[in-house]
């Protein structure tokens, strides 16, 4: 006797749905770090000649002195 294929339709739409997202986060992501990359002047992970503007250069200091009494 020849074999017999059964084929279970939720577990295949399952996996096309989790293929489906799959590929829209990774596209996604892709997108975001191109625009990062663009906002940053650096890919990730790298270097630009200039020093990013941080908090800490951003802030101007404040006073601070210890009177002793």
């Known amino acids: 006797m020849g074999q017999v ?4 339709e939720a ?3 399952d996996h096309r749905a989790e293929m489906v997202r799959g590929t829209i986060e990774e ?20 270097r630009t000649r200039e020093p990013a503007a941080t908090s800490e250069l951003c802030r101007p200091r404040r006073e601070t002195s210890i009177r002793a009494t």
């Open 5 to 8: 294929i059964q084929i279970d």
């Open 11 to 13: 577990q295949i739409r």
């Open 27 to 46: 596209t996604l992501n892709a997108v975001l770090e191109a625009e990062a990359d663009q906002l940053c002047g650096a890919a990730r992970y790298g």
